[in-house]
Each structure stands twice: as structure tokens, then as C-alpha cells.
């Protein structure tokens, strides 16, 4: 057994009572086994705290790991022209090659600015690379492969059979569910309703019952996709997948801006699981989602940047700043304070996942999903009697990460990636480009 | 002489035709002398720009060094609560100690992140100890003592007459105007409106018009300054600036988010300069500025952090994603692109001061007002065929800046600075704050 002491520490546990608590944490192998005042205790590791705030790793609900390579690439575009124009022609040139560097360079930014665990959504092909990259860099997922059976403008690359699509999932999924300790996990992923045919929607609403796992998609992003679905399928969005059976607990929308009376009760009722994406939402020119009306009605709202090209950055530091600042000028000042935002940045995001009983908080019996920051910069002093929490959600940034531990595994420790290494991974990031670049137009 | 070298850089210029070279920048004393494959030339310091990417610094329109220290103790609250609640009580309680290592803490942060220029509002006493701040850490600077003669609920430490307020702002202006080879620069500071008599307003313009100064002040941030504004002198702040004779290419007005039609018409043909604050006017609640409009009709907009507990950081790099973001979803998402927001950050910020000819760009003749990013990180990674633009305003963050260039001088290598040492400030911040916060009930 690997016991690590995490000593002298201001420790953030975003347990239920918002204990702020001065000591240490013990964590054996992958647990968090002690905390308190602990003293001399004897361990195979000690990392000294002292004038440090520790706090659970950030959960991000919303990642797309294979497009961290097409950062800078897709500026100023709507979502649709986006995807059409953009993102699905450059998903679409993706090898296995690219999709690893692609994930291992999302990966090695996520780690560094404290993301410890990712819902992450793949492209159609070469999924089996973005869990290998996984595996090796340590970080928490639940992730899978898109799924598009359906749709105009869809590169021929992209484009699936029903069956291949399902059958693929499956495969991934039997490969890598509940693989590395428990630390992977599969989800079906529909890209949204207008890339899938009812029947690919229908069946995986029974795999995902069959399976036990999430169904990660996209929904009410965009006004020009809202009239899609109601074109097609004579619904809206949320209406649509609760008319297939597909809206209950297990289900991960992203975005959720254009809800109508009717969508935000299916999503109260059933459980439905709300990804907000504050930035990506921004910059497509999407919206603000009624975030502040979704908690008041007790709805589970998680967090997440989505991709790398419509962020540009996959930093929960920048998502929970624009989280808390956008819907002050609509919902008043106290709209979204730094500890509501905080735990939609990590208890909040645990239970989109329904991992609330293992991650999301410092507690003993939970899995040692730890970041340390340090708080000793012009930026975020003074410290004097200044409410941590406020520090770290209106102040602290990426570069105060110093410690980034998941799973009782430390991945970054002063500021330096253990599992991720940097020079190669930006090399071959900038290589893998280059080449996909040659095999498309745009 | 002292001769500088800045070798093998990438150096977006921000010049008249957005010029982006790969080359070498000679420093002459406070001077940019050459731009371009300058060789090996003999000179006292070269700087290895290799595979690092060199802007003009940014220049932050709109600064309350003085309320750094306030950092995290007056969140979530809107504009005219903040100033009444917190901000005045503990501007009131400042000594000059705590004055200093304000400015100190806040110049530290602001260098660090690659800010080179400020226009900076200072509170009504113990302006002297800011701007000896100023002059040791060699920020360039344009500043001044806050004016408060009238309004309801201003502490007495606050509260001047109006010949103690004018008296005491020449004195300072005498003493700091065009000092320190032109880099510090005095500015009349008339808070706001509400704030002030007409008498003091009206003897502003003559002293302004006299030294041929600045007059830097706040308007149309909040409605209920509007309508404070409207009850007192029975037009909206524009308007009655305007009526007042000072509505001039000399007057800086800071935030402008609720401006009518008719202000709108002054502010264009009057030439006044606006400065937007995105990150405040969000966490104040106080709205979005209408700044695609105002840069349509050729305004002047700068951008600025405002005071860090409204913020809560001093970061250029925050402000202009803000600045990009949150028009997207209003004006679409071509509105605000990089190019546009880093011009408003550089040279728009130049153009504010009347210091366009001197700062704001790298160019043969300018000032060296020059920053240097190491973009070789996870975070803005792929460099191959990105615009750098896109890189610097969407992706990079104040830890990517690695050098600090003010007039010629270095005030930041290697993420060190120079002139702040940091160990002195942060802990006398504290100490600041401590002794601040017992002579006050906030």
C-alpha cells in the first residue's frame, strides 16, 4: 500500500457543511483514508502543503479531447458553420496518430490547470487512441466515440452505418468500461439529434439501459439547430429524447441555452443531467443558458470548456470566472457567487456522473482526486481575512496549480507533468497537424 | 547610451498594417531604433526572443491602484452598494503605507502580465505615496488623486471642499506631471458626477484645458448612477458633461454601458475617449457596453481591468477574451475578433492618453514599451500555421508573459521582476490590510 501525506494544508473539502480546515490528508493507494491533524505519521511520501490551498480536482462535463488540435483554427463561426465548415471536415481527416496527440495535448492542459476528471466526446473514428492516451496520462473520463448516422454536409469520413456505429460503441465500450481501476468509462455518444436517426437514438437508449452507462450529447445549443429538430422531428430537443425514452438520469446534455418551460420540467423530472459551457457558448455566439433558474429549480448543472476551438482554452479556472460573471448583469450580483460555482466545478460536476459518492469533495472514503494551488502571488493577495473560496473562483488562475493528483496518483507535482511529457507531446501535436492539414480543405 | 537586442523574435507590431515580422528589435535607451535582420551588432544586453512571440505592452485605460488591496472584500454586490458598503469606508481608512504597497502589489501583478501603461485613479489622500510606487517600479503611468466634494453617504475621510480638492491636485500635478523622462503623466479625477459640485467640475475643465491635462472619470456605469445624475442636475452625465464645457478629446470617461443616442453623438464628435471594462461591469452587474457600436461610429475604446475588488484580477489577458466573448452572442461571431480586440488593448489604449505617436506599437521611433510570451505551452498549443493574433487574445494567459519592457528599461525577465520584489510586497500587503481593516467597520 502506497500511503501519501499531504501536510499543513488550508484544505477547500467542498463536503456538504463548505468545511474550510487547516491540516493534513492521509491517502492510501487511491483513497483518502485521514484528514486532520495528523503528525508524524509514517509514509512512503510527504508533500508539504504549507501555505498552500488544497482542493477536490475539477470535474469538467463537457471535453472534446479530439479537437484540442484545431485550437486557433475555427475562430468567429456559429455553431453550424463551425461544424460544416470546420470541426467535421478537420474530425473527419483525424488518424489514430492525430487523435492521440490531439487528446495527450488536451490532456497534459486539463492536468495542469487542476481538471482531474473529463465527459469527453471523441470523434467518429479512432477512439481507441483517445482511451490509450487516457489510460497512460492518468486523468479520470468517461468518454466514447461520437456517433452520426444522419445528416446533410456530413464529410463521407464521418458518416456511419447505424449498425457500425452501435457496433463500434459496443466494442469500445467492452474494451474500456470500468477499465484502470475504474478510473475509464464509456459513454454512448450521439452527436446530437440532428447527426442521428431515430432508430440509431432509440437503440442506444437500450444499450445504455442494458449497460448501465451515460449518454453524452449535445442539445439546445443553437437556435439554427433548435429548427432542425423541430423540422425533422417535430419536437424540440428535450421533448424529442424524453418522447424516446432516452431522458433520465443517465443522460449528459450539453449547453441547454434555449430550454422552453416544457424541456427545463422534463429535465427537473427525469433527472436529466445540464452541461454548461459558459465560454464555448460565448464565443459560437451561442447564448447564456438560465444557469441561476436550472439550480433554483434543483437541477444538476455541471461545467465544462467543450473544445479546444471554440474556447480556446480547456481551463475550468476561465469557466468558472465567466460562470460566475455572465449572469450577474441579468440574474443581479449575488447571482452565482464563487461557493455556488465552486461546487458546480466539482461536487456538481461528481454528480452529473453519478460519481457523487466517490469524487467531488475532500472526505476519507473517497477516491484522492487533489489539487494544490499556491496562492503566494501579486494576483490573488492580499490573503488577509479574504474568503479562500473567492481567491480561488474571482482571482487565482491555471499557472497557480502546483499539484494535480488523481486517483492517489500524483500526475504534475511543482508545476512539472509526470505522465504527460511536453516537449514530445507539443512536437508531435505541431507534426500531427501539419500532416491532417495536407489531407483536407479548410 | 544603452543598447538592447531583441533576437529572432516573432513581433506582432500592431503598425498601421498589422504587420507580423520574424526578426530582431534594437533598443536605444527609452527608443525602438531598428526593426528587422539586424545581425550582430555590439550592444550591452542581448534578450533571446528565439521561438517567443514580442507585442507592444498593454496599455489599461481604466486602474484604482489604490483599491488592490480591497481584493476579494467586496464581491457580489452592485455598483453604488460597493462604493457606499466597502469601497469608501476602506478608501477612507487608508494611510500612506497602506496607499503604497496597493500600488505596489497592483504594479506587480500588471507587470507581470504584460501590462507597460495605466490610466489610474487614485483615492483622495496619500495620492504622493502612489505615485512614488509609480516612479520606483517604472510603469508608465497617467494619474491622480480622486475628487469628492458632495454626495450623501461619502465618510468624512472622503468628503473635501472644493478649493482643498483643486488646491491639492495641482500640487500633486506640479510635482509628477512629465516626470521620469515623460513616463508618469498627472490627470484630474473627478470620481463621478454624483460626486461632485459643479463648481469643482467647472474648475476642472479651466485647470485641464490650462496644463493641458486629462481629465479621467467615470460615467453612465450603473442606473442608479443615471438616475442619480438625471434627479441632480436634470440631464444624463454625457449631456451634462458636455453642457459643463469639458467634453473634449481630453476627457477619458470610464465604462459608458448606458449611453443614449444624443451621448453617444458627443462622445463621437466631441472626441471624447471611453474606456470599457468588461470583467467590472459584469461582476458589478452593472451590463454590457455597447462597444461594436461605438468603434463603428470610429470612437475612441480602450479596455481596462478597473480596481481588483470589482475584478477581482489586473489582467489585460482577462479582459480582452471578456472584451471578444460577450458581444458574440448580441453582435454575432464576427464581432470583437482578436485583431479588433488587441488593437483596442495596444494602440486603442495609446490613442486614449493622446500617446498614440509614442506607445501602443513597436516601431522605429517609438518608445520600448515591449512584452515577450513564450506561447510553447499545452494551453495554446498547435503554433503551426495559427494566427498569432488568435494565439495572444484567445488562448495565451498572464503566465505565458516572460519579459517586461517599460521606456527601454526591463522590468520583467525570466518571470522575474525587477523593480517589485515580491516577497517585500506581499507580505507587507498583508500586513496593510490587517492595520487598514482595524480602523474601519466594513
Not at 177 to 198: D, K, L
Not at 241 to 254: Q, Y
Not at 283 to 292: F, H, Q, R, T, V
Request: aromatic share 4%; charged share 25%.
Amino acid at each position: 500500500m502506497l500511503k501519501t501525506l499531504i501536510q499543513n494544508a488550508e484544505i477547500i473539502t467542498m463536503n456538504k457543511s463548505d468545511d474550510i480546515v487547516y491540516g493534513d490528508i492521509l491517502v492510501e493507494d487511491d483513497r483518502i483514508t485521514a484528514i486532520g491533524t495528523l503528525g508524524d505519521i509514517p509514509v512512503d511520501k510527504i508533500i508539504d502543503a504549507r501555505r498552500k490551498t488544497v482542493l477536490p480536482g475539477f470535474v469538467q462535463t463537457h471535453i472534446h479531447l479530439c479537437q484540442t488540435l484545431f485550437r486557433g483554427r475555427a475562430d468567429d463561426l456559429e455553431l453550424l458553420d463551425w461544424l460544416k465548415l470546420r470541426i467535421w471536415p478537420l474530425e473527419a481527416a483525424h488518424d489514430s496518430d492525430s487523435i492521440y496527440y490531439s487528446a495527450m495535448l488536451g490532456i497534459g492542459e486539463l492536468i495542469q490547470s487542476g481538471t482531474t476528471t473529463i465527459v469527453d466526446m471523441e470523434t467518429v473514428h479512432h477512439t481507441d487512441h483517445a482511451f490509450q492516451a487516457i489510460e497512460q496520462s492518468g486523468i479520470r473520463a468517461v468518454s466514447g466515440k461520437v456517433m452520426m448516422d444522419y445528416g446533410d454536409d456530413v464529410p463521407s469520413g464521418l458518416l456511419e452505418n447505424t449498425s457500425d456505429s452501435l457496433d463500434e460503441s459496443v466494442q469500445l465500450l467492452e474494451k474500456w468500461h470500468n477499465r484502470a481501476n475504474g478510473r475509464i468509462q464509456y459513454a454512448f455518444c450521439p452527436r446530437f439529434v440532428v447527426s442521428c436517426t431515430e432508430d440509431l437514438l432509440v437503440q442506444v437508449r437500450d444499450l445504455s439501459n442494458q449497460y448501465h452507462v451515460h449518454v453524452h450529447t449535445h442539445a439546445s445549443e443553437n437556435r439554427g439547430e433548435i429548427a432542425l429538430v423541430e423540422a425533422q422531428r417535430g419536437m424540440r430537443n428535450v421533448v424529442y429524447l424524453n418522447h424516446l425514452g432516452l431522458a433520465n438520469e443517465r443522460l449528459i446534455l450539453a449547453h441547454c441555452i434555449w430550454l422552453d418551460d416544457e424541456e427545463k420540467e422534463i429535465i427537473r423530472t427525469r433527472g436529466v443531467k445540464v452541461t454548461h459551457c459558459p465560454g464555448s457558448n460565448l464565443k459560437l455566439a451561442s447564448g447564456i443558458a438560465e444557469i441561476p433558474q436550472l439550480l433554483d429549480a434543483h437541477c444538476h448543472v455541471g461545467l465544462g470548456a467543450d473544445g479546444a476551438p471554440c474556447n480556446n482554452n480547456l481551463d475550468m479556472f476561465q469557466e468558472m470566472r465567466l460562470c460566475a460573471l455572465i449572469q450577474k448583469p441579468i440574474y443581479g450580483p449575488t447571482a452565482m457567487n464563487a461557493r455556488t460555482v465552486l461546487r458546480m466545478a466539482t461536487m456538481g460536476g461528481a454528480e452529473i456522473i453519478g460519481q457523487e459518492d466517490t469524487i467531488g469533495s475532500i472526505e476519507v472514503g473517497k477516491k484522492a482526486d487533489i489539487i494544490m494551488l499556491d496562492l503566494n502571488d501579486f494576483h490573488v493577495y492580499p490573503s488577509f481575512d479574504v474568503d479562500p473560496i473567492s481567491r480561488v473562483v474571482y482571482s487565482a488562475t491555471r499557472s497557480d496549480v502546483v499539484m494535480t493528483m488523481v486517483d492517489g496518483k500524483v500526475l504534475m507535482e511543482d508545476r512539472r507533468l509526470h505522465t504527460v511529457d511536453k516537449d514530445i507531446v507539443l512536437r508531435e501535436a505541431n507534426d500531427a497537424i501539419a500532416r491532417l492539414q495536407k489531407r483536407v480543405n479548410v
